[in-house]
Structures are given as C-alpha cells and as structure tokens.
C-alpha cells in the first residue's frame, strides 16, 4: 500500500531550524514529484514547496522563499524540507504529498496520497 509520512516538526524559536522527512513505503518516489503543504487553524491548506521526480525542477510558495529549500534522497526513498529563519507564521502542521505524476503541481489536487502531518510550532 502506497503511504508517505512525515516527520521532523516541533517547537522552535523564531530565527531557529528544523528539517522535516517525508519518507515513502510501498512504492519508488523516483518517478513522483513530491509536495509539501500546511496548514494553519482556521486557514486553507498552503503551498509551501514541491520537487519534481528528477530533481530538475523546484518550486516554493513565496511566503518561504529564501528561508525554505526542498532536496530529495531517491536512494532513501525520502524528500526533505530544510526550514531556516523560522518566524511565528510558519506555524502549521505541515503535510507532504506524492503527486500523480513527474512533474510538480501548486494544487493540493495534483497530489494523490497524503501523510497525517507533524506540527510546527515557531515561538519564543
């Protein structure tokens, strides 16, 4: 059975670090781009970034841009979300997705299968 799950959150003080893992089983990622969203009380599900299968081609949301940066390790069947300079707004519970094919999409409709999330807390 195709499953993704996430891993890595916590709580951070504004300025500070943390890099999360979305760890696929029972399927390759090598041939899926990858996504991760999140989520705020109250608020819409949130692009944040997505890699597509090669590696080639990234994208991140632009409340992220230059503090965010999405690798993948196919070997480990893993993608990465490394997330600098943290700020009380980046708090969420953060979702990684498998999207339906190679290429990243923006939509959460291009994902297809979806971990539970893990909390990220940013506060002094």
């Known amino acids: 059975q195709a499953q993704v799950e996430e891993s890595g959150g916590g709580l951070v003080q504004p300025g500070g670090s943390l890099r999360l893992s979305c760890a696929a089983s029972g399927f390759s990622l090598d041939y899926y781009a990858v996504g991760w969203f999140r989520q705020a009380p109250g608020k819409e599900r949130e692009f944040v970034a997505s890699i597509n299968a090669m590696s080639s081609s990234s994208a991140l949301g632009d409340s992220v841009k230059g503090r965010f940066t999405i690798s993948r390790d196919n070997a480990k069947n893993t993608v990465f979300l490394l997330m600098t300079n943290l700020i009380p707004e980046d708090t969420a519970v953060y979702y990684c997705?498998?999207?339906?094919?190679?290429?990243?999409?923006?939509?959460?409709?291009?994902?297809?299968?979806w971990g539970q999330g893990t909390q990220v807390t940013v506060s002094s």
């Open positions: 997705g498998r999207s339906r094919d190679s290429t990243w999409s923006l939509s959460v409709n291009g994902y297809q299968y």
